[in-house]
């Protein structure tokens, strides 16, 4: 028989349906998710000339949280380091794993000093 701990982010009272084996990843999660509510405030409470819907702004704002770093780099007048693709739904996306792209660098031959 086998125990595993699993970590569940419980936000006002109610328990959400994604579950962790990590604790440092639901922590992230629920960092991730305060952002977001911050962030929807902030765009509820502007005053913008557009009429958003609250499931538009919430969408709107875990996307900007979920993507900090880049969104951060775009603030900063830097382009973002992993562009994103027109039409993507990135929760789809989010739980299926995505395949390493990156070459790996070849290990550097190691010289001897040639002696005389």
Not at 69 to 79: N, Q
Not at 83 to 102: G, H, L, M
């Amino acid at each position: 028989m086998a125990v595993v701990t699993k970590y569940v982010v419980v936000r006002n009272g109610v328990e959400l349906d994604k579950e962790f084996l990590v604790k440092k990843e639901a922590d992230a999660y629920d960092k991730m998710l305060d952002a977001a509510e911050n962030l929807a405030e902030y765009i509820k409470a502007g005053e913008l000339d557009i009429d958003l819907d609250d499931e538009t702004i919430d969408a709107l704002s875990v996307f900007l949280a979920k993507n900090g770093p880049e969104v951060t780099r775009i603030l900063k007048g830097m382009k973002p380091a992993k562009p994103v693709p027109p039409n993507v739904q990135r929760e789809a996306n989010a739980d299926s794993p995505k395949p390493s792209t990156a070459k790996k660098a070849a290990p550097a031959a190691k010289s001897k000093p040639k002696g005389k």
